[in-house]
Each structure stands twice: as C-alpha cells, then as structure tokens.
C-alpha cells in the first residue's frame, strides 16, 4: 500500500476540515476563502514536486520525489494562497484560518514519512527506533542501527502546536499574527530537527533543508520583533503596554 500517500492525503482532508470549521468560527467561511483554499491546495502539490525535483534535476522523477519535499509544499501553499487572492481581489488576511489546520495535518501526514522514510540518524538514547533493512536511502537501517524517530518528534510537535493555537487564537486580535507565530515555532523546529534527520549533509554540516530556512529564519525574527514592539502578543503574556 501507498502509506505515505494515504497519509498525505488524510492530512489535506483532516486540514480541510480544520480549516472551514475555523472560517466558520471566524465568519469567514466563504466564496473568497475557499478560493484561498483551493490556491493552496494547488501551490502546496506544484511547491512538494518542484522542490523534490530540484534535488535531481532528473524530469522523470518529477512525480516520484516531489511528494516528499514539506518545505516546497509549504513555500508553494503560501504561493499559491496569495496569487489565488490577487486574482480574484480578496485583501482579507486568511492565514490565521491556515494555521491550526496546517498543524493538525503536518502530524497526520507525519505518520505517513515515519512509516516509509529513514527515521533519522544513528542514535543511542533509549527510545531510538529501527526500521526495515528496504526503507530508501537508509544505511542505517541496513545495519540494524537504532536511529531517531525524528518524524515522532514532529508529529508531537505539530499537536502540541495545534493545542497552543487553539488556546492563542482567542486571546490575539491582531490579524496575522497567529499564522506568524506557528510559522517562526515551525521554523525553528525544523531547523534544529534536522540535526537528527537522516538528510545529506553540505557546508559547515548543515542540510540542504535548513540552509533553505535560515534566511526565513532571520525575517521572522524581524516579523516578531516588528509585532512585539507594537504589543500585538501582549494577550498571550498579559503584558501592559507602557503608556
């Protein structure tokens, strides 16, 4: 069976769902942001094989690989979203809509990488997992060396973050700045979990995945530096701006 895109695909369900019953919440479920929707369905599938292709350049692989690549779905969804807007003229922020049910999915479609995929690097902590000696591009699992289970990291990451969007989506006001902070919470997890993927290392050691994310890093840090000065996450801190 199929498991990684049967999980895939559960996860754009269960982030559909998610989504219109936040728009339905918001009273902002309409023709305008399904069509948001529809964008980001379309930049997320183009961004994942574009970005999966990018890796070997090779035309032929284009379907094979490209549904692999979650920062490429991602960058594309984003894509996606905006251009759909300018077409029909929609300036309504949607992303706040996105993020509890970009969260919630990410943890599903999880499932489907740690069943397919190399779990991570060699690793002698206890909870270290072994996998198939036919799992792809996995030495380790050729050897029988227990190695990090670093799609479980983020799929309790993704529900954790889920919960905390789920608490912070009441208390913040200002548009926007829901989806910023689960894209800087992403952001930086992804960063430092890479450290325990099994993806190929370049310069100074780093993977390809995060050398992509640092300049979005530095730009987030001014994103939250340009809301925290204009107290926009004084809610979630109960903190009283100086006057």
């Not at 926007?176 to 190929?200: C, D, I, K, P, S």
Request: proline fraction near 6%; aromatic fraction near 12%; charge should be positive.
């Amino acid at each position: 069976m199929p498991l990684h895109e049967i999980f895939v695909g559960l996860g754009v369900l269960v982030a559909s769902v998610v989504f219109v019953h936040e728009a339905r919440r918001r009273g902002a479920l309409n023709e305008q942001s399904l069509v948001a929707v529809t964008g980001a369905l379309v930049g997320g599938a183009i961004g994942m094989r574009l970005a999966g292709w990018l890796e070997t350049l090779n035309l032929s692989d284009l379907w094979l690989y490209g549904s692999r690549s979650i920062l490429g779905g991602l960058t594309g969804a984003y894509l996606g979203v905006l251009i759909a807007k300018r077409i029909i003229g929609y300036k309504q922020r949607t992303g706040d809509l996105f993020a509890p049910a970009v969260a919630l999915g990410m943890a599903v479609g999880r499932i489907g990488c740690h069943l397919t995929e190399a779990p991570g690097r060699p690793t002698e902590l206890p909870w270290g997992v072994h996998a198939p000696p036919t799992t792809p591009e996995c030495p380790g699992c050729l050897t029988g060396q227990a190695m990090h289970p670093s799609f479980i990291y983020e799929i309790i990451f993704q529900l954790a973050v889920f919960a905390a969007l789920l608490w912070a989506r009441r208390r913040l006001t200002e548009p926007g700045e829901l989806f910023t902070l689960y894209l800087a919470a992403y952001a930086v997890f992804r960063f430092l979990v890479e450290f325990t993927r099994a993806n190929e290392t370049g310069w100074l050691d780093l993977t390809r995945p995060q050398w992509f994310l640092i300049p979005g890093l530095l730009l987030l840090a001014l994103r939250l530096r340009y809301g925290w000065r204009r107290g926009h996450y004084d809610p979630l801190f109960k903190r009283k701006v100086m006057t």
